[in-house]
């Protein structure tokens, strides 16, 4: 799998959450990725949410698939499935 941003986008998340998606295809493939479902939006019913972890924190990432390639749209840091996928292993 091949992997594609929006790079003034990345700038801004790097200026704004503190991560890019350098830090996030990282977690991809050192499998800190915990889940890929369907994005549950009908708006965007054509597109995918990686659920990965960064230093005990978990991420959405939504990304359109074509073929062999992911395009990440953004970087959504998630209270809810930190709590869900983490706080239950490390309390």
Same mark, same amino acid.
């Given at each position: 799998?091949?992997?594609?941003?929006?790079?003034?986008?990345?700038?801004?998340?790097?200026?704004?959450?503190?991560?890019?998606?350098?830090?996030?295809?990282?977690?991809?493939?050192?499998?800190?990725? @915990?889940?890929?479902?369907?994005?549950?939006? %009908? &708006? +965007?019913?054509?597109? *995918? /949410?990686?659920?990965?972890?960064?230093?005990?924190?978990?991420?959405?990432?939504?990304?359109?698939?074509?073929?062999?390639?992911?395009?990440?749209?953004? @970087?959504?840091?998630?209270?809810?499935?930190? %709590? &869900? +996928?983490?706080?239950? *292993? /490390?309390?």
């Amino acid at each position: 799998m091949f992997y594609e941003w929006n790079s003034e986008k990345n700038d801004k998340l790097k200026k704004e959450r503190g991560i890019g998606f350098e830090q996030v295809v990282k977690a991809i493939t050192s499998s800190n990725s @915990i889940k890929v479902e369907k994005n549950p939006n %009908k &708006k +965007y019913f054509n597109q *995918f /949410i990686y659920i990965i972890k960064i230093n005990n924190y978990c991420y959405l990432i939504p990304f359109v698939k074509d073929n062999n390639v992911a395009f990440l749209k953004t @970087i959504i840091p998630s209270r809810k499935a930190t %709590k &869900k +996928y983490i706080s239950k *292993f /490390i309390n």
